[in-house]
């Protein structure tokens, strides 16, 4: 009797559907035509190009529209088929394309910024635009009359822009780490709170409006989710990069953050989990643990005719502890750190083999492998429980 033949198992590996040859140079955003199958892309060759699938399952270009300056970022519209385009000149273009996505209407240019505009976002609710420049400059405009209503100036150049039409906060990272809350009102603005929990720049932000939490990617590879509905500013770390956070996406039905990393890595969070929240850093002239002074303690130095140490901290208790009390190494998932950190020895003593596990869990294709190899490219990753029933 022949065996009978086992079915595959599914993978949940991406297909490659089409390749679109969208500029000739770095395109910096494209965006997908909802219920078009369709794409626009604009780049540094000024291009502004719009592209359908035809019947015969090929892209092929149905705009092909050069501005004046390099196009930096977009902002779409589908509702209203409004195209918002900011330029390396620090303008912003608006269009409206037509039904048939064909052709694309001038409307009006805001003379926004004096450098490269970063990021745009077009609010309908309000009928405001928002955006950055280089010129560290935030703006909002009224989209019906082009008037500018207001600005605030940034400590470093924005890079990260999110929107609650609800409450009428901005969130802006910049480069210097700094996470900035704005209150917008019609023609001014008002300063909320500043976020400084990154030791690099902000290179992406996420915004959850309905459980109110504020993701922020970093340069230092890590991500920070800020409670700022539930627990006012409390701050979680998560730690799942070897290189630089690129980009984060946050899926509200499933409570599930993806980020993509310079390492090639792309983590899924659950963020459907109790998670410890990071502790704060405490100051201290000596080490908590062992009391040796800190290398800036001249008058310990002194006293005790000792030699200052560097100062570090513990990741779990927030301590600050000499290299020697804090020469272990343990990853803490139940506090978002998937890798090892530093810790102190008592705290490194604390923690369970258990714990040390709980929560950790990693995929890539339908590997579950924990020693898998995750050095190649394009790795996926999905970290933490199963949903809560």
């Given at each position: 009797m022949a065996a009978e033949i086992q079915p595959k198992p599914l993978t949940r590996k991406p297909i490659l559907l089409q390749r679109v040859e969208g500029s000739q140079e770095v395109v910096n955003m494209a965006v997908i035509v909802p219920k078009e199958e369709g794409v626009i892309s604009v780049s540094e060759d000024r291009t502004v190009r719009v592209w359908l699938k035809r019947d015969s399952g090929q892209y092929w270009?149905?705009?092909?529209?050069?501005?004046?300056?390099?196009?930096?970022?977009?902002?779409?519209?589908?509702?209203?088929?409004?195209?918002?385009?900011?330029l390396d000149n620090g303008t912003i273009s608006e269009f409206i394309l037509s039904e048939d996505y064909n052709k694309m209407t001038p409307v009006k240019n805001y003379q926004a910024h004096q450098s490269r505009v970063t990021m745009i976002q077009f609010v309908l609710e309000l009928e405001w635009v928002l955006s950055t420049g280089q010129d560290k400059q935030f703006a909002w405009h009224c989209s019906e009359s082009g008037q500018r209503l207001g600005g605030y100036r940034t400590s470093a150049v924005a890079s990260g822009l999110q929107f609650d039409?609800?409450?009428?906060?901005?969130?802006?990272?910049?480069?210097?780490?700094?996470?900035?809350?704005?209150?917008?009102?019609?023609?001014?603005?008002?300063?909320?709170?500043?976020f400084r929990g990154h030791t690099g720049g902000v290179t992406a932000l996420c915004w959850d409006p309905v459980q109110r939490v504020l993701f922020s990617g970093s340069s230092d590879h890590s991500v920070i989710m800020w409670d700022i509905g539930g627990r006012k500013g409390t701050a979680i770390e998560l730690q799942g990069h070897n290189d630089k956070v690129q980009a984060l996406s946050y899926a509200q039905?499933?409570?599930q953050l993806i980020s993509c990393g310079g390492d090639g890595g792309i983590v899924v969070w659950n963020m459907d989990v109790e998670r410890q929240e990071t502790p704060e850093w405490l100051d201290s002239d000596s080490c908590q643990k062992c009391d040796q002074p800190f290398f800036w303690n001249f008058k310990q130095m002194w006293d005790s005719k000792k030699i200052g140490l560097r100062q570090h901290h513990c990741r779990k208790c927030g301590k600050a502890v000499c290299g020697k009390c804090?020469?272990?190494?343990?990853?803490?998932?139940?506090?978002?750190?998937?890798?090892?950190?530093?810790?102190?020895?008592?705290?490194?003593?604390?923690?369970?083999?258990?714990?040390?596990?709980?929560?950790?869990?990693?995929?890539?294709?339908?590997c579950s492998n924990p020693n898998h190899d995750?050095?190649?490219?394009?790795?996926?990753?999905?970290?933490?429980?199963?949903?809560?029933?």
């Amino acid at each position: 009797m022949a065996a009978e033949i086992q079915p595959k198992p599914l993978t949940r590996k991406p297909i490659l559907l089409q390749r679109v040859e969208g500029s000739q140079e770095v395109v910096n955003m494209a965006v997908i035509v909802p219920k078009e199958e369709g794409v626009i892309s604009v780049s540094e060759d000024r291009t502004v190009r719009v592209w359908l699938k035809r019947d015969s399952g090929q892209y092929w270009p149905s705009i092909y529209h050069v501005m004046p300056s390099p196009c930096s970022c977009m902002s779409f519209n589908p509702e209203t088929r409004r195209l918002s385009i900011g330029l390396d000149n620090g303008t912003i273009s608006e269009f409206i394309l037509s039904e048939d996505y064909n052709k694309m209407t001038p409307v009006k240019n805001y003379q926004a910024h004096q450098s490269r505009v970063t990021m745009i976002q077009f609010v309908l609710e309000l009928e405001w635009v928002l955006s950055t420049g280089q010129d560290k400059q935030f703006a909002w405009h009224c989209s019906e009359s082009g008037q500018r209503l207001g600005g605030y100036r940034t400590s470093a150049v924005a890079s990260g822009l999110q929107f609650d039409v609800e409450t009428r906060h901005v969130f802006i990272g910049d480069q210097s780490g700094q996470v900035t809350i704005l209150k917008l009102e019609q023609e001014n603005c008002t300063l909320v709170t500043t976020f400084r929990g990154h030791t690099g720049g902000v290179t992406a932000l996420c915004w959850d409006p309905v459980q109110r939490v504020l993701f922020s990617g970093s340069s230092d590879h890590s991500v920070i989710m800020w409670d700022i509905g539930g627990r006012k500013g409390t701050a979680i770390e998560l730690q799942g990069h070897n290189d630089k956070v690129q980009a984060l996406s946050y899926a509200q039905h499933t409570r599930q953050l993806i980020s993509c990393g310079g390492d090639g890595g792309i983590v899924v969070w659950n963020m459907d989990v109790e998670r410890q929240e990071t502790p704060e850093w405490l100051d201290s002239d000596s080490c908590q643990k062992c009391d040796q002074p800190f290398f800036w303690n001249f008058k310990q130095m002194w006293d005790s005719k000792k030699i200052g140490l560097r100062q570090h901290h513990c990741r779990k208790c927030g301590k600050a502890v000499c290299g020697k009390c804090s020469s272990k190494r343990s990853p803490i998932p139940l506090m978002g750190f998937e890798f090892e950190v530093r810790v102190c020895d008592s705290c490194h003593e604390a923690i369970t083999d258990e714990e040390r596990q709980k929560d950790r869990i990693y995929s890539r294709n339908g590997c579950s492998n924990p020693n898998h190899d995750w050095s190649s490219k394009a790795d996926v990753r999905v970290v933490g429980e199963k949903p809560k029933s």
